[in-house]
């Protein structure tokens, strides 16, 4: 290939066809293009690198780690995934998306890399692959303070595992994608305790960890901080206290980011900063700022305006449950509407267990890609499922169509949930952030 693409968009379809799967799990690929990168240098990071793994709780906590340390001064530079409206979503510079001009030359030297030189063989890189080296390597070009690299699937195989991190992060291990990880929480746990590193602290938010990941952390030698062990949170209605090896909060407000899950995220981060604050000190006011500053659009996301509306990416069992318990908790409303969308591959029947108690019209969509799973059978499903009571549901061909019929539906005192899968929240967010004014919904 002599001409490079030359916009973003055409680098992305590039990327796609490179692979002949969506999914192939492994580093070997990774690393020997990160090897050729800079011209055989090698693909350096010129600062500390946190890696956040875990199955809820990852963008959550990138976004906090974001916040605070930018409240102390530091330059941040932030990779997750998914992105929910636009791909450079994705390579977060100092607390907003990058322009598609600052990845451009990146992509170009991954394609550059992945060739080869005289005696290289090219290497077929995994679209992931490929855009997670090209948003690192644009992310090292800004010469940050510190680097928060959100895993994508797993861990121990997972492309940014490539990257030695000076820190991990596991959050909240449940069952999700286990097809690829394992059928169980042990067998998904080793994999995520794959970015462990020896010596290195590894900070654990899950309050009940699999065995895998304390064994792991035993067998390497990583320097584990586990909650409720090495670091504790407690708090009342009004705000809450922290306390680890070394440092402890109090009086602190509650993350911006709203339900109760957030302190699980919340409380790991404050144990992060604590393990780098020999590197990276923060000071007791940037946290305060930083936990009331943090924005997640989709996570538990309240848009203002009649009726209510709830925009969330829960998309699993423990997700689900999650959203279940802060929707109880938003108090009364005479009907609750839900959209949903997901992939055919979820645990779909206990994700419907958990929340029909609270939903009282269902409107299933399609999604715009083969993983999907189709309105037709989300309604089959729901329809199976015993605790669905006298609700009725209807099916449409996309979010904002399903959106819009719950909108016609609704009246101004009710509340309307978007969730499931990011295409579903991504494909109402992608008309601006919808505000409802009477019947009628408005970009």
Known sequence: MTDFPQTLSDWLIHCERLHPKTIDMGLDRVREVRRRMRGGQGLALPCPVITVGGTNGKGSTCALLEA?????????????????????????????????TVLLPAFAEVERARLGGPGQESVALTYFEFTTLAIVSALAELKPDVLILEVGLGGRLDAVNAFDPDCAVITSIDLDHMEYLGP????????????MRTGR????????????VLDRALEVGADLRRL??????????QQWNWS??????SGLAYPALRGANQLLNASGVLAVLEALHPRLPVTAQAVRNGLALV??????????GQPTLVLDVAHNPHSVAALAENLDAMGYYPTTHAVFGAMADKDLRPMFERV?????????????LPRAAKALDLAAIWQGTSSRGAVTSSQHGDPVAALQAAVAAADPADRIVVFGSFFTVGGVLQQ????????????
Do not use: M
Request: glycine share 10%; aromatic share 12%; charged share 25%.
């Open 295 to 304: 924005e997640l659009p989709g996570r538990f996301q309240i848009v203002p």
């Open 201 to 212: 602290p590894v900070v654990v938010s899950d309050p009940v960890p699999p065995q895998s």
């Open 432 to 443: 601006g952030v919808p505000r409802l004014a009477g019947k009628h919904l408005q970009a």
């Open 356 to 368: 029909n108690p609270l939903i009282d019209r269902w409107y299933f969509t399609d999604l715009p």
């Open 244 to 249: 680890g090896r070394s440092r402890r909060y």
């Open 68 to 100: 605070i340390y930018q409240q102390a001064g530091y330059r941040t530079g932030v990779y997750t995934s998914p992105h929910l409206v636009r791909f450079e979503e994705r390579c977060r510079w100092l607390g907003a998306p990058v322009d598609e």
């Open 184 to 195: 169980d929480r042990e067998s998904i746990g080793y994999e995520k305790a794959g970015i």
């Open 228 to 237: 409720g062990r090495d670091f504790h949170f407690a708090g009342d209605k």
